[in-house]
């Protein structure tokens, strides 16, 4: 059964960084395109950035500049780090596994999601 567990959440001060993890289980994790997005309350959730299996990434234009995804295969996690954060930056964050496409960024090309992480910018 494959499993994604996000970790890292919470409430962080405007201008702070948001430091994110994501722990896989249950699959080759090397083969997969992880990404990460968001969904901001009463919003549709919404794309902010992926790494591939070659370890290359893409984001949205919401985060760029402020944001770097990593991953470590051999730990089976992935991380995100958002910088210089921003009220707007308030949102559920989850991660997402995808297999057959190499930087997705729509939600319908992910095969497994983990639950989220409430992430709270606010002084």
């Known amino acids: 059964q494959v499993q994604l567990v996000e970790s890292g959440g919470g409430l962080v001060q405007p201008g702070g960084t948001l430091r994110l993890s994501c722990a896989a289980s249950g699959l080759t994790f090397s083969n997969y395109a992880l990404g990460w997005f968001r969904r901001p309350l009463g919003e549709e959730r919404e794309f902010v950035a992926v790494i591939s299996w070659t370890n290359t990434t893409e984001n949205s234009a919401s985060v760029n500049g402020r944001v770097f995804v990593s991953r470590d295969n051999a730990k089976n996690m992935a991380f995100l780090r958002l910088n210089n954060l921003k009220p707007e930056d308030t949102a559920v964050y989850y991660c997402?596994?995808?297999?057959?496409?190499?930087?997705?960024?729509?939600?319908?090309?992910?095969?497994?999601w983990g639950q989220g992480t409430q992430v709270t910018v606010s002084s």
């Open positions: 997402a596994a995808s297999r057959d496409f190499y930087k997705p960024t729509r939600l319908s090309e992910y095969d497994h």
